[in-house]
T-cell receptor, first 112, second 112 residues
Framework: AQSVTQLDSQVPVFEEAPVELRCNYS??????LFWYVQYPNQGLQLLLK??????LVKGINGFEAEFNKSQTSFHLRKPSVHISDTAEYFC??????????FGTGTRLLVSP | DADVTQTPRNRITKTGKRIMLECSQT?????MYWYRQDPGLGLRLIYY???????NKGEISDGYSVSRQAQAKFSLSLESAIPNQTALYFC???????????FGQGTRLTVV
């Protein structure tokens, strides 16, 4: 069975500071990994995904994530956040979307 | 116009009532999904459909039913609503050629 742990339910950060949102997963087979973002009153939108190949994945809005197989992690990073990055971020793992397991989400709060 | 449209966006209903949530898409995708989102629990899959004649139960299908009326339409029904079905419901679509899913803006359902 697969599972996802997002260690932080909420991450407060000041504008222009770097941020890392943590995601750890467990799976007995190779998987695909995703980060989705949910802006207030919106559906989820794909930020980035890791399917295979390079372990550093770049996504939209300046976000990137690094797949670390030995640590079973897929942490999301941004070197300098903006107020507009305030949102909830979901890590997901699976092979085949119907088998995706979502984490419980991390709320990123960016303040001036 | 949104690619994935959910109606209604908000609904309050009484315990025991039947309610239908509708989803339509203009992306031409064959795969459609219904999720519910609860605070602290992330997203959980209710039902999914890979084409018009294909319906599959997800992680939490009890108390729900679905209908795939056409490739573009996928409805979720609560036959007899109960308060613990109060949640945010999302429809999503996906092409079989891709791993990315596209979400609607959600339906906030309150059962009183």
């Amino acid at each position: 069975a697969q599972s996802v742990t997002q260690l932080d339910s909420q991450v407060p950060v000041f504008e222009e500071a770097p941020v890392e949102l943590r995601c750890n997963y467990s799976s007995s087979v190779s998987v695909y990994l995703f980060w989705y973002v949910q802006y207030p009153n919106q559906g989820l939108q794909l930020l980035l995904k890791y399917l295979s190949g390079s372990t550093l994945v770049k996504g939209i809005n300046g976000f990137e994530a690094e797949f670390n197989k030995s640590q079973t992690s897929f942490h999301l990073r941004k070197p300098s956040v903006h107020i507009s990055d305030t949102a909830e971020y979901f890590c997901a793992v699976g092979k085949g979307f119907q088998k995706l397991v979502f984490g419980t989400g991390t709320r990123l709060l960016v303040s001036p | 116009d949104a690619d994935v449209t959910q109606t209604p966006r908000n609904r309050i209903t009484k315990t025991g009532k039947r309610i239908m949530l509708e989803c339509s898409q203009t992306k031409g995708h064959d795969r459609m999904y219904w999720y519910r989102q609860d605070p602290g629990l992330g997203l959980r899959l209710i039902y999914y459909s890979f084409d018009v004649k294909d319906i599959n139960k997800g992680e939490i299908s009890d108390g729900y039913s679905v209908s795939r009326q056409a490739q573009a339409k996928f409805s979720l029904s609560l036959e007899s609503a109960i308060p613990n079905q109060t949640a945010l419901y999302f429809c999503a679509t996906q092409s079989y050629r891709d791993t990315e899913a596209f979400f609607g803006q959600g339906t906030r359902l309150t059962v009183v």
